[in-house]
């Protein structure tokens, strides 16, 4: 019933830049808290940006500065620009939503995770 597909991701020399988007899909009735995780080859995954429906950004301290996260909430679609990307970057990014969606007579909030998109930093 709810969808996140993500798009962006891609290859980029150190330094370069990428914006990351995903849009969601499906019965929505409400979005709370959109964000976007990243998993590197052999690492947990991790929070790289939140940022909630009114707007309040939280980031992790080793992309501060560099990375920027924004949403559009009348296209349910949330943005990560990132800038000064290093090698350290690489990894399958993960859009997540904290939703309510519609389904017959009811409303049930839950958690969604798109497909990934892979971003790779490289000379």
């Known amino acids: 019933q709810v969808h996140l597909v993500e798009s962006g991701g891609g290859l980029v020399q150190p330094g370069g830049s990428l914006r990351l988007s995903c849009a969601a899909s499906?019965?929505?009735?409400?979005?709370?808290?959109m964000g976007w995780y990243r998993q590197a080859p052999g690492k947990q995954r991790e929070l790289v940006a939140v940022?909630?429906?009114?707007?309040?950004?939280n980031y992790a301290d080793s992309v501060k500065g560099r990375f920027t996260i924004s949403r559009d909430n009348a296209k349910n679609t949330v943005y990560l620009q990132m800038n000064s990307l290093k090698p350290e970057d690489t990894a399958v990014y993960y859009c997540?939503?904290?939703?309510?969606?519609?389904?017959?007579?009811?409303?049930?909030?839950?958690?969604?995770w798109g497909q990934g998109t892979q971003v790779t930093v490289s000379s």
């Open positions: 940022i909630t429906s009114g707007g309040r950004t």
């Open positions: 997540n939503a904290d939703l309510q969606y519609i389904s017959g007579s009811y409303s049930t909030r839950d958690d969604y």
């Open positions: 499906g019965t929505i009735f409400t979005i709370y808290a």
